[in-house]
C-alpha cells in the first residue's frame, strides 16, 4: 500500500507568509509553495492539486475562497491556517479525520506557533471514533457526543481489541467466554452498569449489524480472504466473487485486513486491482508453505498446478485463524474467508534522559495510543500528564523488572494496547530485552527510541562519542564482576571512549575505582574524564576532570562516566575526541 506522506500545498499572499511557508518546504519534502496569478487562484489551485493546504492568509479569507469548494469532509483536503505572524496554527477543515488537528500540531513544532483546535474530542483529549485506524459506521456523531457528555456508553466488541484507552463513562462489555479486567473502568455513579437506560454503543464487529440512531460499528481488521485464480482473470470477477463470499456470511469488507494468496500470484493484476480497490495489502506466501497449513478441502489438481494443495483456504488460514467460508470458485477465480483472532500491541518506549522537550512525538503519540501504561513508578510520573483519560497504569519500583516485562507482554497477549516505558532509550540497559525475552508471535511489537543517557551527557560534556566508543555497565547484579573486568580491559586496550553505566553505589563503592585504575595503566594521566549527573533534569550536574585527578566519590548512581580515548583532549573546557578528518592536517 502507498505510504508517502501527504502531499501539502502552501499558499501565502505576504513577505512573511512566504518566509514561513519556506520554513515549512524546508522540513518537508512533500510541501510545495503554490504560486497562480492571485492568491484566490493558488488557494483553489491548491485545494484541487494536494491532500493537504496551509494558507498563510487571514481565516475568513480562506473560509470565503474556499466554501464553493467544499464537498465531502471525508474527501476534502485538510486546511490549515496560519497567521501573519506565526503566532497560532489553525485546524480550519478537516479536523481528526482529515488530518488538519495532526498537521496543525507538526505546523506549530515547525514554526514555533500554538496549535488551536476546536474538534471536541481532540480538545479535551478523548479518542475520536473516526481516528482509531478502523473504518467506523453508524451514528458516530451521535455516539461522540454521547461520549463527550459523560452519558453511558456501552462498548461492546466480539473480542479484546488493542483500543486506546477510554473514558470512565464507556463501559467496555467483556466478550464472551472473556472475564473482565479488574481495573477496567466502572461506569459513573447513578448509571446502570451497561448504560442500557440510554442505549448508546459502540460495536467492534466484523459482522454485518442492523444501525440504530445510537450505535456505532467499529470494524476491526479482523477478516483475510485466501485467493486463488487462473492466469488473466479479470479484477471484476475476483471483486464480484469475494463481495457475495462476504454477503452470504454477512460479513463486512471494511474488516478485510489484507487479501492472500500464494506467491506465484504476487504479479496476478485482477487479484492486485481488488486488494487496490478496496485499499488493502496483498499478501503473497511460497507454495511449500501454504502446504503445510490443514485445510478442509484439500485438491491434488491444485498440487500438481501451484504446489499446494490448496491456495485460497491455505492462504487465508495461514497463521491461524478460523475458516468462516470455505473456499467458494467462480469461472476463473477462488475465494475462502477466514476470521483472525486479534494481536495485542506492545510499544517498548524510551522516555528519554528526563527533560520533557527531549521526549520524542513519536514516545508522546505512543503513550497516548496505548491503554495500559507500564513502568517504573517514577518514570511513570513524569508522563501522566500525557496519558489519555482511563488509561490503566501499572507502576512498581526498583528491582521489580521481571514482574514488569512480564506484566507488559500478558497485557499485551490479552490484546491490549500496551506501552512500556523506560528512561533513556528502552534498548539499553533497559526494559526492551527483559520484556521481549516473554514476548512472542501473538503480539505486534513496536519499539520507540529515545535519546539515551549517554547521548543527553555526551552533548553536555562536548564531543567525547565524536569517534569509536563503547558503553558498559558496572553492575554486577546481572554480570559477574569477572566478566566486567575483561570488557573493561578489553575496552581500556582497544583504546576506545568509554560511557560507564551504573558507575557506583552505595554498596558498590570501589569498583568505579578500579576501573579507572585499568584505563589509567593504557591512557596518559591527563586523558579527559568527565561524569554527568541527572542529564537534562532540574539538578543536572557536570563536572571534568582526567584520569590523574578524578574522585570517584563525586560519583553515584544518577551519574554516567565518560572516559576518554589517548586522543581526546579538553578544547575551550570541553572534552573532544577528534573524528580524524584528513582536511584539519
Known sequence: MDTAPPRVGLVAATAAGRRHARTLAAAWPHARLVEADGVADALRAAWAGCDAVVAFLATGAVVRILAPLLGDKRTDPAVVVVDE???HAVALLGGHAGGANTLAAEVAVLLDARPVVTTATDAVDLPGLDTLGWPVEGAVATVSRAILDGEPVRLVADAVWPLPALPPNVHVVPPAGATATPDAPTPPAGHQPDGAERGYRVLVTDRVVPLGDRTAVLRPPSLVAGVGSSR???AAEVAALLHRALDDAGLSPASLRCLASVDVKADEEGIRATAEALGVPLETW????????DVPHPSEVVRAAVGT????????????????????????????????APRGRLAIVGLGPGAADLRTPRAVAELRRAAVVVGLDQYVDQVRDLLRPGTRVLASGLGAEEE???TAVAEATAGHAVALVGSGDAGVYAMASPALEYAD???DVVGVPGVTAALAAAALLGAPIGHDHVYLSLSDLHTPWAVIERRVAAAAGADLVALLYNPRSRARDWQLGAVLKTFAAHRPPQTP???VRNASRPDEQVHLATLATFDPTLVDMYGLVVVGSSQTRLVGGRMVTPRGYRWRE
Open 85 to 87: 505572524a506565526a503566532r
Open 232 to 234: 488473466g482473470v479479470p
Open 286 to 293: 511460497p507454495a511449500a508453505e501454504l502446504a503445510t497449513v
Open 309 to 340: 494443495p490448496s491456495v485460497a483456504e491455505a492462504a487465508a488460514l495461514r497463521g491461524g485463524g478460523s475458516l468462516l467460508v470455505p473456499k467458494t470458485a467462480s469461472a476463473m477465480a477462488t475465494v475462502a474467508i477466514a476470521r483472525h
Open 404 to 406: 514488569r516485562a512480564r
Open 441 to 443: 508471535e501473538r503480539i
Open 529 to 531: 574524564v568527565g561524569v
